[in-house]
C-alpha cells in the first residue's frame, strides 16, 4: 500500500503545481510571459508565481487573481512591487479587487488533506489542457 502524503508534502505538491499553472496560463504559443508589475518578459520556467497577498494568508494562497506572473526581481528582491501588483488588479479584475483580496486574506480557511489532494488534481488537469 501506498504511504499517505505529509500536509507539508501536499502543501507543496499544491504550490508547485499551481505555480506551474499561473506562470504557463498566461504564456503565450512560444512559452513566453510577461511580469505584470515591470512588464518584463521570459519563458515561464523562468518566471515566479506572484502572490498579492502573502503565501501565509491560506486564504488567498490559491487564489487565481491573487496570484499572478512575476519575474524574481519583482517578486523577491522588490518584495512583490504590492503597490504596483494592486494598479494591475484594478485594472485588470476593476476597482476594489486589491481591497477584496486584502479582506479575503483575513479569513480563517482550514483545508484538509483532502481539500490539498483535489486542489492538486484540479491544477494538474488544468494544466494538462493547455
Do not use: P
Not at 506551474?20 to 518578459?41: H, L, P, S
Not at 488588479?89 to 477584496?100: H, I
Not at 479582506?103 to 483535489?118: M, P, R, W
Amino acid at each position: 500500500m501506498a504511504k499517505k502524503s505529509t500536509r507539508s508534502k501536499l502543501v507543496q505538491k499544491a504550490d508547485k503545481i499551481f505555480s506551474e499553472y499561473i506562470r504557463r496560463r498566461n504564456a503565450d504559443i512560444f512559452g513566453t510571459a510577461e511580469c505584470v508589475t515591470c512588464g518584463k518578459k521570459d519563458h515561464w520556467k523562468q518566471l515566479q508565481c506572484g502572490h498579492f497577498q502573502s503565501r501565509k494568508h491560506y486564504a488567498t494562497r490559491w487564489d487565481e487573481i491573487n496570484c499572478q506572473v512575476q519575474c524574481s526581481g519583482c517578486n523577491v528582491f522588490r518584495y512583490g512591487e504590492q503597490y504596483k501588483f494592486s494598479l494591475f488588479l484594478e485594472k485588470e479584475y476593476g476597482a476594489g479587487t486589491s481591497d477584496e483580496l486584502v479582506q479575503k486574506a483575513s479569513g480563517i480557511v482550514k483545508l484538509s488533506n483532502f481539500d490539498l489532494e483535489y486542489l492538486i488534481l484540479h491544477y494538474k488537469n488544468l494544466v494538462s489542457n493547455l
